[in-house]
C-alpha cells in the first residue's frame, strides 16, 4: 500500500474491494494494461522506467472502472486513449490494479471506512441517468392515471390482485408495480405474499388468515393502503409501522409511496439495503427500528446534507447502489436455446431467452416456490416416470428464470459444447409471453454474439439440463473464447471480471460473517470436505495478497492444487483431523515430549496446539483471514477439545482473555480467525453434538446432487438416474442421513466414465457402505441394487464381470423404473 493513505471500501460489479487512494498520479505500465497507485506493487516490473499520469483529483481509477462494464474492453479502450491512459507500447490501459482495487470479503468491509462521499458525488454522472429518471416518471404517472388516488377507497379486488386470468393482458394493480415499473425500482422476485391479497392458481383466495374471507381481507388492506399513503404525505413515514394491516408487505408499501408520494421516501424498497445505506452514511450500524422509522431515518439523513439540495428521490437512490452497492453477487447460468438451438435466431431477434414448460404457466402468479413445485409435480411427474428428485430438479431449473436480475448474465447454448452469445439480463427479467406458440417462459437479454465457439472440453451436463448455474472455472473458459471486435481492442489482455460466487461458498461466506464457525453436514460423499477446500481457496485466495496464487483456478487442477498449498505455506490456511484421541493439549495446549538439556534423554514441556499457533499468527496479521479447517468434526469430543475457547470462539467474545487452565496464560481468539468443520451424519447426527458447542456454529446441510452427473453415461447408465433412483430407495427404507453422495461418482471432480471404473467405484465403495446401512440383511441389500446384484437367499454378493454390472444397474435403476 501507498505510504501514509487509508483504505477505504469500494462496491463495484457486485463485490467490495479496499481501494488505495491515488498519490495524486497513476502509474502506467510499460507491457500491462493496468493502472496502479502503488510505486512498490509486485506486478510493476518496470520499476526504474515508471512512467506516470496526472490525477489531480484522485478520481481517474473511478472514470476508468465506470467507462464500460469490465467485459467491454473496447469501451474502455476509447475511453483511455480519450484521456492519455496507454502503456510504453502505446496501447490503451483498460484496468486497474490489486494495488488500486484488492478484492475484500463482506467481513472485512464492514470494518473500514466507506469510499468518501464527496469523492463519490463528484466523480457521479448525473446526466447519464437522465433518461432512465425520464422512464420512471412515466411509469409512475402512467399506474397514477391508471389508478387515481382519489379512487382508491372503492378500488375494486378484480384491479387490484394478481392471479385471475392473464395478468400482462388485464395489468391489475400488483401486475403493473412489480412487472411493469422497473425504473421505479424493483420488488420483483420472492414470494406473491409480499402483495397481502391474491388468487392462487388453483382459484381459491390468499389473504391473511385472521380475516375469515377475502373480501374482508381486501377492505382491511385497501384501508391499510390509503392510509399509509396518507401518513407518508403527512410526513408520518414512521406511523405506516403501527397499520397492521399491511405490516406483512413493506416492500409493496414502499414502491407505493414512490408512485403516489415521490419526495416522502427514498425509493429503496429492500429492508436490508435501507440498512446498510444508513450504516454507510452515518458511520454506525443502524437502529433496531421498525422499517418505515428506518426509511424515515435515511431520507432524514439525505435531507440533511446539502450536497443533495434539489435532487430528486430517484436519483438520490442510483447515486447509492453505485456508491455503496449492497453487494448482491452477479449471476451467471447457461441456458438451451432449444433443442439443437433451434430458438437461437428467434431469441436473438426478440432479445430474451426462451424455455418450455408452457403448461403451469407464467410462474408470477404463484404463492411461492412450494406452490409452483406442486403444480409442476403434478404436471411432469408422469413425463419423467415419477423421479421426484428430477422432477423437483426440473423444477428448479424453471424456478431459476424469476431469480434472475438486472445485470446477470445468460450464456445461449446448444449441446454440450456450443456457445451461441452471451447477454446481459435486462431490467425487464422474467416475462411471460403468450403472444408466442411455445417456450413462453422468457428472460429479457442484450446479447453480445462475440462469445460464439465451442468449449474445447464440453460440459457433459448441459446435453440434459436446460438452466443451470455456471461455475468459475467454465466461465474463464468462455471469457477465452471472446472475440476483439475493434483493431484497438486487439492485443489487449482483458481484465476479467471477479467471477460471482457460487450459491453453497456464499451461504458459507455469510455463516463465517455471522457465527464465526460453520459446520458442513451431511451424508458420505457429498462433497464436504472438497466444499470447505474449494471456499479456502476462493475465500481466503481473493484477499490474501499472494503472488501467483489464482482463487478461481478449477478443482483438481495444478493451480488450484498449487494455491492451497501457498495457503497452508503462508498458515492462512490449517487442516486437521478429529479422532477419538484428539485432545486440548493436541488443538489449544499441552505437555509434549521434547530432547532435555544436552541433548540426552527426554523432558516435558509446555507446547501450543493446532488452534493457538493459528491465534498468535492472526493476531499479528489482522488486515488477513486465517481459516482452519477440521474434517471429521464429530468425531471428536468438542468440549473436552475446545476447553474454556467455547467462549471465546463466538463472534461478539473475539477479543476478549480468558486464562488457559493448563498454563494460567491469558489468551485471546482475534476476530479473523474462521473454522469451518465438516462432519459425516452417517456416522452421527447433529443431534448428538453437545448444545453448547451446537450454539456457537452455523449449520449448512449438504445432500446428495445428481446435478454434476447429468448427462453422463457409462453405455447405457445414466449415472444422474442411477444416484436418484438409489437415493430414493434409501430414504424410503431407511432414512435421508444414509443416502449415497455424488461425490463417490466423482474422481478427481469428473464424472466416471469408464464401465471398470464405475465397477470398482460400486464394488469398492458403494456395496460395502449399503452392506453395514443393511447390517447384513441382504433382503434389504437386494432392495436396494437388486436381485441381479444381490443373492438374498445364500446372503451373498454376486460375482459380475464389469460390463455385466453395469447393464445390471441399467436394468434395475432405468428400465426397471421406468416400467413401473
Not at 490525477?55 to 486513449?81: E, M, Q, Y
Not at 477465452?480 to 486487439?490: H, K, S
Request: glycine fraction near 8%; charge should be negative; hydrophobic fraction near 40%.
Amino acid at each position: 500500500m501507498a505510504d501514509g493513505l487509508e483504505r477505504t471500501v469500494v462496491a463495484f460489479e457486485g463485490r467490495e474491494y479496499a481501494l488505495t487512494p491515488s498519490p495524486g498520479t497513476v502509474i502506467l505500465p510499460l507491457h500491462g494494461q493496468k493502472i496502479h497507485h502503488d510505486p512498490a506493487c509486485r506486478h510493476l516490473t518496470d520499476a526504474h522506467t515508471l512512467r506516470r499520469a496526472p490525477d489531480p483529483d484522485g478520481l481517474l481509477w473511478r472514470r476508468l472502472i465506470d467507462s464500460a462494464p469490465t467485459d467491454d474492453i473496447a469501451g474502455r479502450a476509447a475511453f483511455a486513449r480519450e484521456v492519455g491512459l496507454s502503456n510504453a507500447q502505446g496501447r490503451p490501459v483498460t484496468g486497474v490494479c490489486g494495488c488500486v482495487l484488492e478484492p475484500v470479503t463482506s467481513a472485512q468491509a464492514e470494518t473500514m471506512r466507506p469510499w468518501p462521499l464527496a469523492d463519490a458525488l463528484a466523480t457521479f454522472d448525473r446526466a447519464g441517468h437522465e433518461k432512465t429518471l425520464a422512464e420512471a416518471e412515466e411509469q409512475a404517472a402512467g399506474i397514477r392515471e391508471a389508478f387515481p388516488l382519489a379512487g382508491w377507497p372503492t378500488l375494486s379486488l378484480a384491479r387490484y390482485a394478481l392471479g385471475q386470468g392473464d395478468s400482462a393482458t388485464t395489468r391489475p394493480y400488483c401486475y403493473r408495480l412489480e412487472f411493469g415499473s422497473s425504473a421505479v425500482g424493483s420488488i420483483a422476485g420472492g414470494s406473491a405474499m409480499k402483495h397481502l391479497v391474491f388468487r392462487r392458481k388453483d382459484g381459491s383466495w390468499w389473504h391473511d388468515p385472521r380475516y375469515p374471507d377475502v373480501e374482508t381481507a381486501w377492505q382491511a388492506v385497501r384501508s391499510g393502503i390509503v392510509e399509509a399513503v396518507e401518513a407518508a404525505r403527512d410526513g408520518r413515514l414512521s406511523d405506516i409501522d403501527a397499520i397492521d394491516a399491511v405490516r406483512s408487505g413493506p416492500s409493496l408499501i414502499a414502491k407505493t409511496l414512490s408512485v403516489y408520494v415521490p419526495q416522502s421516501t427514498l425509493p429503496v424498497h429492500a429492508g436490508e439495503s435501507v440498512r446498510h445505506f444508513l450504516h454507510r452514511l452515518t458511520g454506525r450500524p443502524a437502529p433496531r427500528l421498525e422499517r418505515f422509522a428506518l426509511q424515515a431515518m435515511l431520507k432524514q439523513v439525505i435531507d440533511a446534507d446539502g450536497r443533495f439540495a434539489g435532487w430528486p428521490p430517484q436519483l438520490v437512490m442510483r447515486f447509492l447502489y453505485w456508491w455503496a452497492d449492497p453487494n448482491r453477487i452477479q449471476q451467471i447460468v447457461k441456458i438451451a436455446a432449444g433443442r439443437d438451438g433451434a430458438l437461437w435466431e428467434q431469441c436473438r431477434a426478440g432479445g430474451y431467452i426462451a424455455v418450455g414448460w408452457d403448461e403451469i404457466g407464467d410462474l408470477r402468479e404463484f404463492a411461492d416456490k412450494d406452490e409452483y413445485t406442486a403444480a409442476f409435480r403434478e404436471a411432469f411427474s408422469a413425463q419423467h416416470n415419477n423421479f421426484q428428485s428430477k422432477v423437483s430438479a426440473k423444477a428448479n431449473e424453471v424456478w431459476k428464470l424469476l431469480s434472475l436480475r438486472a445485470g446477470d448474465l445468460v450464456v445461449a447454448n446448444t449441446g454440450a459444447s456450443q456457445i451461441l452469445a452471451v447477454g446481459r439480463v435486462t431490467d425487464e427479467g422474467y416475462a411471460w409471453r403468450p403472444e408466442r406458440a411455445d417456450h413462453r417462459h422468457t428472460v429479457s437479454v442484450e446479447w453480445d454474439d462475440g462469445y460464439e465457439g465451442r468449449l474445447a472440453e464440453p460440459e457433459r451436463s448441459w446435453a440434459t439440463v436446460t438452466v443451470k448455474d455456471v461455475p468459475p472455472a467454465t466461465w474463464k473458459r468462455i471469457k477465452d473464447l471472446r472475440r476483439t471486435e475493434t483493431p484497438e481492442a486487439a492485443g489487449q489482455s482483458e481484465e476479467a471480471p471477479v467471477p460471482p460466487l457460487e450459491p453453497l461458498l456464499r451461504r458459507i461466506a455469510e455463516g463465517l460473517d455471522r457465527r464465526g464457525q460453520v459446520v458442513l453436514f451431511g451424508p458420505p460423499g457429498t462433497g464436504k470436505t472438497y466444499t470447505a477446500l474449494n471456499y479456502a481457496v476462493r475465500g481466503l485466495g481473493e484477499v490474501s495478497g499472494l503472488p501467483g496464487l489464482d482463487p478461481y483456478a478449477e478443482p483438481g487442477s495444478p493451480g488450484y492444487e498449487a494455491a492451497l498449498a501457498a495457503l497452508v505455506e503462508a498458515g492462512l490456511l490449517t487442516v486437521v483431523t478429529f479422532h477419538p484421541g484428539y485432545g486440548y493439549e493436541d488443538f489449544v495446549e499441552g505437555f509434549r515430549p521434547i530432547p532435555g538439556a544436552g541433548g540426552t534423554g527426554l523432558a516435558l514441556d509446555r507446547v501450543d496446539g493446532v488452534f493457538k499457533r493459528v491465534c498468535r499468527a492472526a493476531a499479528k496479521d489482522p488486515e488477513r483471514p486465517y481459516l482452519i479447517v477440521v474434517d471429521e468434526l464429530n468425531r471428536g469430543d468438542l468440549p473436552k477439545i475446545l476447553g474454556e475457547l467455547i467462549t471465546l470462539i463466538e463472534l461478539d467474545k473475539r477479543g476478549r482473555t480468558v486464562t488457559l487452565s493448563l498454563s494460567g496464560e491469558r489468551f485471546a481468539v482475534p476476530p479473523n480467525v474462521r473454522l469451518v468443520g465438516t462432519m459425516n451424519t452417517a456416522d452421527r447426527s447433529v443431534r448428538m453434538l453437545d448444545a453448547a458447542v451446537r450454539r456457537r456454529f452455523a449449520f449448512l446441510e449438504l445432500l446428495p446432487d445428481s446435478t454434476p452427473l447429468e448427462g453422463c453415461y457409462v453405455g447405457q447408465l445414466h449415472l444422474a438416474e442411477m444416484l436418484d433412483a438409489l437415493n430414493e430407495r434409501i430414504r424410503t427404507r431407511l432414512d435421508r442421513e444414509k443416502q449415497i453422495g455424488h461425490a463417490y461418482f466423482l474422481p478427481g471432480g469428473t464424472p466416471v466414465d469408464t464401465a471398470a471404473e464405475l465397477a470398482a467405484i460400486v464394488r469398492g465403495e458403494v456395496l460395502p457402505l449399503l452392506q453395514e446401512y443393511a447390517y447384513d440383511d441382504y433382503t434389504l441389500l437386494a432392495a436396494f441394487l437388486g436381485e441381479e446384484l444381490v443373492d438374498r437367499d445364500s446372503h451373498t454378493l454376486r460375482e459380475v464381470e464389469d460390463d455385466k454390472l453395469i447393464a445390471a444397474l441399467y436394468k434395475e435403476f432405468q428400465v426397471k423404473d421406468q416400467a413401473e
